[in-house]
T-cell receptor
């Protein structure tokens, strides 16, 4: 079945460090891919998305490229800030109705 | 645009009582809304899909008689946890699709409701 696997956390980085959170997917077709961010006590916010292969989603310094050949959508940021501390979820969807979420990766950035 | 709200943000209730959670699309009409449940340090689990004017579609393993969903208008869906028990304590999140956008793949999430059953 369709699913998303993302690296387990928690991840702890120093401010200005480089961030990578791995995400791979299994799907029978060509889904849209998403990264959502959840700050403590809040709901999910869309961080970025890509709807087809080789698309790059980007927002707030975060980037992820839809790689069909490796079925991956890894999240990267060149220099993290304390305010980036949150839980990050990778997800896929075909029609927008059924979303498949990864288990989430907790990121803590220390000053 | 595309803001989804939930009310209440937190609720504490006694075991055996019922709790209603509201999900509203503030600036768009949502024909379809979704209800998720999130356990501590875990991912979101889709509970049901709520369609305006029709019965909700529940995911396997979700008790429809315990989690009553009503989508009576294009901007409001409600989730009622009936006869709540401590194991129902969780973070409940709703989301909605904005059919007015060009990207029909995106879901807009509410801020969540923390339910604690004593």
């Amino acid at each position: 079945g369709d699913s998303v696997t993302q690296m387990e956390g928690p991840v702890t980085l120093s401010e200005e460090a480089f961030l990578t959170i791995n995400c791979t997917y299994t799907a029978t077709g060509y889904p849209s891919l998403f990264w959502y961010v959840q700050y403590p006590g809040e709901g999910l916010q869309l961080l970025l998305k890509a709807t087809k292969a080789d698309d790059k989603g980007s927002n707030k310094g975060f980037e992820a490229t839809y790689r069909k050949e490796t079925t991956s959508f890894h999240l990267e940021k060149g220099s993290v800030q304390v305010s980036d501390s949150a839980v990050y979820f990778c997800a896929l969807s075909f029609t927008g109705n059924q979303f498949y979420f990864g288990t989430g990766t907790s990121l803590t950035v220390i000053p | 645009g595309a803001v989804v709200s939930q009310h209440p943000s937190r609720v504490i209730c006694k075991s055996g009582t019922s709790v209603k959670i509201e999900c509203r699309s503030l600036d768009f009409q949502a024909t379809t809304m979704f209800w998720y449940r999130q356990f501590p340090k875990q991912s979101l689990m889709l509970m049901a899909t709520s369609n305006e004017g029709s019965k909700a579609t529940y995911e396997q393993g979700v008790e429809k008689d315990k989690f009553l969903i009503n989508h009576a208008s294009l901007t409001l869906s409600t989730l009622t946890v009936t006869s709540a028990h401590p194991e129902d304590s969780s973070f409940y999140i709703c989301s909605a699709i904005n059919p007015g956008t060009l990207d029909y793949n995106e879901q807009f999430f509410g801020p969540g409701t923390r339910l604690t059953v004593l």
